[in-house]
Nanobody, 120 residues
Framework: VQLQASGGGLVRAGGSLRLSCTAS????????MAWYRQNPGKQRELVAG???????QYADSVKGRFAISRDDASNTVYLQMSSLEPEDTSVYYC???????????????WGQGTQVTVSS
């Protein structure tokens, strides 16, 4: 599984950005897709995730500001980020958990990071 992330950039506090992550396979075959972020010297943290059934999960720090969604037709998962804060500055990574069969444990795949910088 290959993941291509895009959409990062520089934005002022209060602004919005939308990240995109396009998978090389049909995303309805992927158990879960998620966005993580990581700053230098810190652990990668979950920002938002969505299961194949559509169940979503968000970090407390982004609830009400970020929304994860997907477009099965284009095999793309989005992260709409609104009311951005300087604390949201980070490298954002797309992740996918995929198993080839129902008998296999899912494997975690990562996309390349995309930088989001929020200026105050």
């Amino acid at each position: 599984v290959q993941l291509q992330a895009s959409g990062g950039g520089l934005v002022r506090a209060g602004g919005s950005l939308r990240l995109s992550c396009t998978a090389s396979i049909n995303i309805f075959t992927i158990n879960r897709m998620a966005w993580y972020r990581q700053n230098p010297g810190k652990q990668r943290e979950l920002v938002a995730g969505m299961t194949v059934a559509g169940t979503t999960q968000y970090a407390d720090s982004v609830k009400g500001r970020f929304a994860i969604s997907r477009d099965d037709a284009s095999n793309t998962v989005y992260l709409q980020m609104s009311s951005l804060e300087p604390e949201d500055t980070s490298v954002y990574y797309c992740a996918a958990d995929h198993a080839n069969t129902i008998w296999d444990n899912p494997t975690r795949y990562w996309g390349q990071g995309t930088q989001v910088t929020v200026s105050s």
